[in-house]
């Protein structure tokens, strides 16, 4: 039987509410908790780079109970092998007959959400342990795949300012996250409310058991919210735009600025103009609005392309970052599409 769609409405009112209600528990991380449900419903996975104590960890722990989904947590090291991830064969003796079998038990993979904490700690061959999973929903094993829970996401976090013992992500990797988010401090207000609770005992991360006062979206909610996004629509003029953006980051491309040309070793593949299409429908629905505009696009572009730009040498001697570059591209591009004369904003 098929599941009757979501009409706007009630998948805004829902997506709101969990924002809300994520927001009640994880202070000053306003823009981090939006790119968070984004990144949710669009089905996606999320790698978060931040200073330690940024409540990266309690935002993945919130969010799990909240949705009322399977959540699981694995803390990567350097000595963290991909078996501790995806799962092993297990040598079973029956004690009647004495058969041996080989049986599969599931590692912390085979959740909802999974919190990557730390992934650049671990070494690039368990770093492509997630690659299949993330990417295929699946995970083999003994030339056996195993289907991962469905929704699947991955909160995945770094620290960006320790180098010591760390093994930066590679690109085909850094590629299957849907968006990276940058966190920052909290501002001096929210700061004092993580203090205050912290003196009334209601810090979240200080509390254990389940967090009171959630109400649980449940699978099919998700499911049912990831289904309506696809009901937003996208003129095929911003899909224009899109692409123009994606493909102004290739130095070799002609759409690529002059002024940009030598700041850029390599840029977006089309997988970037297809996750900034979803996550802009994603924010869309948060707002309300059954189509997308050029402001979805342009709030959601910096964290779908930051990670898939890779700069020169001469950037980096200028000491440009990707979001600089990213800034400059979406200006010159506005500047030539004259987007208030054609109502797209």
Known sequence: MQQETMSLEAATALVQNLKAAVAESIFGQEELITEAVCCLISGGHILMTG???????????????????????????????????????????DEDTGRKVFEFAKGPIFVNLMLADEINRAS??????????????TSTVGGTSYQLPDPFMVFATQNPFESEGA?????????RFLIHTLVDYPAAADE??????????????????????VTKIGLEGVRALIAAKQD????????????????STRPQDPACPDNVKNLIWYGAGPRAGISLISVSRAI???????TVRWRHVKRMAKPVLRHRIRLGIHAQSEQYAEDQIIDILIKQLEEHAELKAKGWL
């Open 232 to 247: 937003i629509k996208i003129p095929e003029e911003i899909v224009t735009m899109i692409n123009m953006l994606v493909r």
């Open 192 to 213: 004092e409310k993580i203090l205050q609770a912290h003196v009334g005992n209601k810090l979240i991360g200080e509390q254990k058991g389940p967090i009171r006062g």
């Open 284 to 290: 869309a629905m948060l707002e309300g609005s059954d």
């Open 167 to 175: 093994f930066p992500l590679p690109e085909a990797q850094l590629d």
């Open 51 to 93: 200073a330690p104590g940024l409540a990266k960890t309690s935002l993945v722990r919130v969010f799990a109970q909240n949705l009322g989904l399977q959540f699981g947590r694995v803390q990567f090291t350097p000595d963290l092998l991909p078996s501790d991830i995806i799962g092993s064969d297990i040598l079973n003796i």
């Open 124 to 137: 690039p061959r368990t770093q492509s342990a997630l690659l299949e999973a993330m990417q295929e929903r």
